[in-house]
């Protein structure tokens, strides 16, 4: 029961991870501190995506839901739980390829909207 516990919470923690990589910028235009948190999570959720690697709270999940006695699995976060609902025919490298540039466009516009409005403070 704590394992399976412990996996659903390194679910949560990866779901929201996610969350903050893709939307984060939007908190970045209302607390421009952030930026020394989302940059580096951006940066590092683009990079996973471009390289294909598996996010290791995926790992974390997998460990815990082994010691749990439960099945684990051998994919990304991404694969196992967002692929059947955004990519239904299958995650491929063009795919994830897309997904990290989305993550740099959304970002990049939300940061060159938070740069404009600096530049036009000062």
């Known amino acids: 029961m704590l394992y399976?516990?412990?996996a659903d919470l390194a679910v949560v923690a990866h779901a929201l991870f996610v969350l903050f990589v893709v939307c984060g910028g939007l908190a970045v235009l209302r607390r421009p501190r952030l930026a020394w948190l989302h940059l580096p999570a951006a940066t590092w959720g683009a990079v996973v995506e471009f390289k294909g690697w598996i996010c290791p709270l995926t790992c974390?999940?997998?460990?815990?839901?082994?010691?749990?006695?439960e099945g684990?699995?051998?994919?990304s976060f991404i694969e196992?739980?967002?692929e059947p609902i955004l990519y239904p025919s299958g995650l491929t490298p063009g795919s994830q390829?897309?997904?990290g540039l989305g993550?740099?466009?959304v970002n990049a516009v939300i940061y060159a909207l938070l740069w404009r409005k600096r530049s036009r403070r000062h």
């Open 4 to 6: 399976r516990l412990l």
């Open 60 to 69: 974390v999940e997998n460990h815990f839901r082994r010691l749990g006695g």
């Open 72 to 75: 684990s699995y051998d994919v």
């Open 80 to 82: 196992h739980y967002l």
């Open 97 to 99: 390829l897309v997904m």
């Open 103 to 105: 993550v740099v466009g």
